[in-house]
């Protein structure tokens, strides 16, 4: 009898309560509009910090503010095993990997130049002939997506919208702001340096600059920055990086030592004008600047399609060129970043409002510790030359093919063959390129070699060959791939570079925040090309067309 109660009671309170969760259903917005208010957010940004190593996240996390890095990191999604999948590490190759999700292999950015063997002649990756530039006369304007193969999430948000969304590319570096932007984007704009000083365009997105970019450009901001560089805090408290003057650091043009302060005004004449501040943080904090100014300006992130806006900052990859990984040049410029970054936060968070926008942060490349400096510590690094190969190759070729010729170009780690005189001469390709395999795997400081014959015909599913073989693309690329050992670059003996497939390079931050991204953090590998993906999941687009690459899972809602 008391069970026949009990179980009553059980029952009554089960309807009930499903019948108040059914109540609760009903009054969720129903109209797609409604839900796409719920659900999708009113902006992405995507931000791209040009030659940023994984830990610089954790090295210089000490004196980050509250609001920047560790805003993203603390409320965010931290994938904290980030890599690229393919070699060369490169900004073009870097920037079209992230947006396009898949590697050069597909999206056929090879390189920033790399040798076009039906045209013979080195290109850059962004040029283009067939537009004029904006708001310069300038060659610098001469840039579009051209030669960019596949689609890029913006372009599919394009797509997807009509074109209504809103979508545009800003960076000091053109390919920077291009390669993201896509190819159906409103507008791209990269900075001209020189003696403007200008943030420029090309007629591939529009015939003049926006009154608010001539206006940004007349603004005297960009004269305000020409003025000393110190460091933020004491000098003496950059703990994280070597002494301020050492061996392996190269002073601008004017200047006898790499050390602080720098008299930017005074040696802008020497060091290309306004073009000095690229290889300052002052150059980052423009461009955070510019990026506020096109957030206002574009209503962007304003009404119920989501727009998308594609930052890249790069004086990080310039002061690590001249400075290095090491340099509290370095150091100082990712402190002032972080207050870079958190302005731009709180300009989101005043004109979209918190939690109404999506922010993706990860980098184009890494960087190796300088190759002089490693050796001071014992580690194995070194100098590479590569026209010293190439002039050992020829010889050889020379001596045991009789023609020196075949060696067309040597560029990116590849060589490229004068198809022309294999076939005149009747030699095989294959016998050609694992002829010079051979000779290259014994040649000093060259640790893996791989034919073109090899990469066409073989599926390298893990290690350096998988890594060779995404960023190998059939028509493109040359016709043997050589890799240095680790810590051996072609650089001059001042600053850090990158390129590589080791780790330095390939493991870069990669942090989701806001609108429809989940709170914590994973240490399993994720790859470069998953980002595209994952941004189109969260948006409910298709993905870019080349895409190979998956949704980051636990990354979303
Ligand atoms: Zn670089």
């Known amino acids: 009898m008391k069970m026949r109660i009990v179980l009553f009671l059980l029952v009554a309170v089960m309807v009930s309560c499903a019948s ?7 009054q969720q917005p129903t109209t797609s509009q409604q839900l796409s208010t719920v659900e999708k957010p009113k902006l992405v ?3 791209v910090v040009d030659q940023m190593r994984y830990d610089y996240l954790t090295r210089f996390n000490d004196r980050y503010t509250d609001d920047g890095f560790k805003r993203l990191m603390r409320d965010g999604f931290n994938c904290k095993n980030n890599h690229y999948n393919f070699v060369p590490t490169y900004t073009a190759p870097g920037h079209a990997s992230i947006y396009t999700g898949t ?24 040029s283009d002939d067939s537009v004029d530039p904006v708001g310069t ?27 209504r969304a809103k979508v545009v590319g800003i960076s000091i570096k053109d390919r920077g702001a291009i390669l993201p932007a896509g190819h159906a984007a409103d507008a791209a704009y990269w900075f001209e340096g020189g003696d403007a000083g200008n943030f420029i365009s090309s007629t591939f997105y529009m015939n003049q600059l926006p009154q608010w970019v001539n206006d940004f450009n007349a603004s005297g901001v960009l004269a305000s920055y020409m003025k000393e560089w110190n460091t933020l805090f004491p000098i003496n408290t950059y703990t994280a990086s070597g002494s301020d003057l050492n061996e392996f650091e190269k002073p601008p043009k004017g200047k006898e030592t790499a050390t602080f302060p720098y008299e930017l005004q005074r040696l802008s004449k020497k060091n290309g004008g306004y073009s000095l501040l690229k290889g300052t943080p002052y150059g980052n904090s423009i461009v955070a600047d510019f990026a506020i100014q096109a957030l206002k300006n574009e209503n962007m992130g304003m009404d119920e399609i989501t727009d998308f806006l594609a930052v890249s900052f790069s004086s990080t990859d310039y002061v690590g060129h001249q400075y290095g990984v090491n340099s509290v040049e370095l150091e100082d410029t990712y402190l002032r970043l972080d207050r870079d970054i958190a302005r731009l936060l709180k300009a989101l968070d005043d004109q979209v ?3 109404n926008y999506t922010v993706f942060l990860t980098a184009d490349h890494g960087a190796v510790n300088n190759p002089a400096y490693l050796q001071s510590r014992g580690v194995n690094a070194g100098y590479f030359n590569s026209r010293d190969l190439e002039k050992f190759l020829k010889e050889q ?7 020196e010729a075949i060696l067309k170009e040597v560029s990116n780690g590849q060589l490229f063959l004068d198809y022309e005189i294999l076939k005149s001469s009747r030699m095989e390709q294959n016998y050609v390129q694992q002829y010079l395999a051979d000779l290259m795997v014994n040649y000093p400081q060259i640790d893996k070699v791989y034919t ?10 893990t290690g350096t060959g998988a890594l060779v073989q995404n960023g190998f693309h059939h028509k493109r690329s040359g016709d043997v791939v050589y890799i240095l050992e680790p810590g051996v670059i072609s650089y ?7 390129g590589s497939s080791q780790s330095y390079d390939t493991h870069v931050p990669l942090l989701f925040y806001g609108a429809g991204i989940q709170n914590g953090s994973t240490a399993d590998r994720t790859h470069i090309i998953d980002i595209a993906p994952t941004i189109s999941s969260l948006l409910g687009i298709s993905f870019p067309n080349g895409a190979t690459g998956n949704p980051i899972v636990p990354v979303l809602k």
């Open 137 to 163: 006369t300038s060659d610098d304007g001469k840039m579009s997506p051209r030669r960019l193969l596949t689609t890029t999430v913006t372009d599919e948000l394009e797509l997807h919208t009509q074109g």
């Open 45 to 47: 940004v995507g931000i």
């Open 452 to 461: 073109r014959n090899a990469l066409m015909n073989t599926q390298f599913t």
């Open 20 to 26: 108040l969760s059914r109540k609760r259903d009903y």
């Open 492 to 498: 001059s003996r001042t600053g850090s570079t990158h």
């Open 353 to 355: 409002g918190a939690g």
């Open 397 to 403: 070729l020379a001596t045991d093919l009789g023609n």
């Open 103 to 126: 590697s050069p292999m597909n999206n056929g950015i090879i390189g920033n130049n790399w040798y076009d063997k039906f045209e013979s002649k080195s290109i850059y990756n962004a």
